[in-house]
């Protein structure tokens, strides 16, 4: 009697084990399909929650019509049914609307709803469990086949990734142990992402921002209003920039910039030549530290700057009451801006602040004032966003001028964008609203002790290289800008 007991206990254990397979299947396939669709930049952590959060509600969702059924097997393909409405429910929703669209979320939920309901009496009453055994099992083999297919797609990416990683490059070792020498002048690099020229912004914003050229000149910087850089892809400009020279193309895995950009050119010079290298704002993205704050995690965004989590969740049910954390963004934005006014981050000399600030960068977090808006937005085509948060950026530069220039009179100054403003998390307006020749043409502007130098029509690389030769006495030519032909769309 006991062992009968026990072969029908291992035999229910092994029924439901097998009936929930493709219920975990399916709730782990949308993350697992976004991490393998992004391999080169994605990080698995990424995507551990979501997908555990998923696995935990089919599960929930599996007990319950276990119980309602009274059986684990038709359970199965029940709360699958349910799981695959749940969590596409925005795919969903979007045909529908292509056939009647006066539908709207509550519409189509309480329609798929019944519609469900009502399938899954009938598989309940009618559909024999020999049936629905071979659904949950072809459920599963569908499911275990699609992510296995993303897996092999995604490996010849991986290799390449761990390759990069492996790799050990002498040129781009730097050393910060060198004794900072009192004769280095302090170097303040500010990039900020997406600040388009004067010229560019008359043309596409009708707004004149000569204002701040002319107070930067008069403050002793140098212009350069015809300045274009080699490509409008923040990753390859940054790091060609970061190695005094053009090393990287749009064609290239991030993963493989990102090895050039974290052991690069620049830092291991001036740390041979006695400077202290200090991160802030986006530091991380050039393996340094920010200095500017502790407690920022790293994640995988979008230009909207949304994560892999906001992307999975804005997907399901639950997609019009979610809205993506961008808190810790801004504040990595404003602390960043507040650090280069504090003269307290000055030091007398040797050393090199370099400050990457996502802004006016989407999302616009930021009115002209100085006010948020309530909800961030990647609202392109209704200009007021993108043109607001350009002020407020530019009133915070005057703001760290006037203080870098009072309190350290004998630094150099470097305030460059990548590119201009862009519009590419737009597919309607990327390479339509602007052209790319007027993308690519960054703010450039120079302070070098209050002297002169002539930038005018350098790109990013060949201002710095040229602003290296007259610091540090190096003997840096000029190099030819190579011409972007990436197709972008």
Not at 250 to 264: D, G, H, V
């Amino acid at each position: 009697m006991i062992t009968v007991e026990n072969e029908k206990s291992a035999t229910a254990r092994r029924t439901w084990f097998i009936s929930i397979l493709p219920v975990i299947f399916i709730c782990a396939y949308p993350p697992l399909f976004l991490y393998f669709q992004n391999a080169d930049e994605a990080k698995f952590s990424n995507i551990l929650m979501p997908m555990v959060s998923f696995i935990l509600a089919g599960i929930v969702l599996f007990v319950i019509f276990s119980i309602i059924a009274k059986s684990d097997v038709k359970s199965s393909v029940i709360s699958s049914l349910f799981i695959l409405f749940f969590l596409n429910h925005k795919l969903v929703e979007k045909l529908a609307q292509k056939v009647f669209p006066n539908l709207r979320y509550w519409h189509i939920m309480l329609i798929g709803v019944f519609v469900l309901v009502n399938l899954s009496w009938f598989i309940i009453k009618k559909v024999k469990d020999q049936y629905i055994k071979t659904i949950s099992f072809l459920l599963s083999i569908v499911f275990i086949f699609l992510i296995v297919l993303n897996a092999i797609f995604a490996i010849p990416t991986y290799v390449k990734k761990l390759s990069y990683n492996e790799k050990s490059n002498d040129k781009f070792t730097r050393d910060q142990t060198n004794t900072i020498k009192s004769d280095l002048p302090n170097i303040y690099y500010i990039v900020l992402d997406e600040y388009s020229s004067v010229e560019f912004m008359k043309k596409y914003y009708a707004y004149d921002n000569s204002k701040f050229t002319d107070y930067l000149e008069e403050s002793g910087f140098s212009i350069s209003h015809t300045s274009h850089n080699e490509s409008i892809m923040t990753s390859t400009v940054m790091t060609n920039i970061v190695n005094l020279d053009y090393v990287v193309d749009n064609t290239m895995l991030e993963s493989e910039k990102q090895i050039y950009r974290k052991n690069n050119a620049l830092f291991k010079l001036l740390s041979d030549k006695g400077y202290e290298i200090i991160g802030v704002g986006n530091a991380e993205f050039y393996g340094l530290e920010n200095a500017a704050a502790n407690e920022f995690g790293s994640s995988t965004t979008t230009v909207k700057g949304e994560t892999i989590s906001d992307l999975l969740y804005k997907q399901t049910i639950i997609w019009p009451f979610y809205s993506a954390s961008y808190t810790s963004k801004m504040k990595n934005i404003i602390s960043a801006l507040n650090y280069l006014k504090d003269a307290n981050n000055f030091p007398s000399c040797g050393r090199f602040t370099f400050c990457h600030v996502n802004c006016p960068h989407e999302p616009f977090f930021f009115k002209e004032n100085g006010g948020t808006y309530k909800n961030p937005t990647s609202d392109w085509e209704n200009s007021r966003y993108y043109l607001g948060q350009y002020i407020f950026t530019t009133n915070q530069v005057i703001e760290i001028v006037d203080s870098i220039t009072k309190n350290d009179p004998y630094s150099c100054i470097i305030i460059q964008s990548d590119h201009g403003a862009r519009a590419s998390s737009n597919s309607e307006l990327f390479m339509e609203k602007f052209t790319l020749e007027d993308m690519s043409n960054f703010f450039n502007a120079v302070y070098l002790k209050g002297k002169k130098l002539d930038i005018e029509g350098l790109s990013a690389v060949n201002t710095l290289r040229l602003v290296l030769n007259e610091i540090l006495d190096e003997d840096f030519q000029m190099v030819d800008v190579p011409v972007d032909t990436y197709k972008y769309k």
